[in-house]
């Protein structure tokens, strides 16, 4: 069994920023793709970022291009989602998942391990 613990959520301002963690434990896999997601109240969980195993390859969903980097530390088994200039409808509980894949994972159907979530709200 995989144990997916995101951190690092928190309350910021507009225009301010954060970093997601998510620490994998447990039956690590040793080839594995990472996504961030969010899901904001009364709405469908969304792909917020994806990253393959050598980290060579990313995938953003439009509203975030250019303010949000996902990143890996595979000898950590972390993966990290640098969110800069946040905005009010980034409010949200992101989670991380993860599969046992060397592809690029775009669709949270795809996923098979997943966080708890950490609640990211943005005041204005």
């Known amino acids: 069994q995989v144990q997916l613990v995101e951190s690092g959520g928190g309350l910021v301002q507009a225009g301010g920023s954060l970093r997601l963690s998510c620490a994998a434990s447990g039956r690590t896999f040793s080839i594995y793709a990472m996504g961030w997601f969010r899901q904001a109240p009364g709405k469908e969980r969304e792909t917020v970022a994806a990253v393959t195993w050598s980290g060579g390859n990313t995938y953003y969903t439009d509203s975030v291009k250019g303010r949000f980097t996902i990143s890996r530390d595979n000898a950590k088994n972390t993966v990290y989602l640098q969110m800069n200039s946040l905005k009010r409808e980034d409010t949200a509980v992101y989670y991380c998942?993860?599969?046992?894949?060397?592809?690029?994972?775009?669709?949270?159907?795809?996923?098979?391990?997943w966080g708890q979530g950490t609640q990211v709200t943005v005041s204005s």
């Open positions: 998942a993860q599969r046992r894949s060397a592809g690029l994972l775009r669709r949270n159907g795809e996923y098979e391990y």
